[in-house]
């Protein structure tokens, strides 16, 4: 299994910035992907960004040009940069990894709060 914990979650006002971390301990040679998700109250968990093993990335379109996902050189710590947040963004984020055979594992989570 694959451990996550994050960080970095905070209360901030629309236009702020802020930096999450996700670290991984535990069977991280399985890894293929890690990326974060986001859940609203009352609404989906979406995907917002994904990194893979070989440095590919993918964006929800609603963050592209905001957010950016990047690993540590060891790739066990992957990191979201989040700029120029809007309410909408408000959600908890909960850090993902998949397996090369697709299994997940899931952080904990960690509250983003947008509001004036």
Partial sequence: QVQLVESGGALVQPGGSLRLSCAASGNI????????????????????????????????????????????????????????????DAAVYHCNTRSRHGADNWGQGTQVTVSS
């Fill in 29 to 88: 040679v399985s890894i293929y992907a890690m990326g974060w998700y986001r859940q609203a109250p009352e609404k989906q968990r979406e995907l917002v960004a994904r990194i893979t093993s070989g440095g590919d990335t993918n964006y929800v379109d609603s963050v592209k040009g905001r957010f950016t996902i990047s690993r540590a050189k060891a790739k066990n710590t992957v990191y979201l940069q989040m700029n120029n947040l809007k309410p909408e």
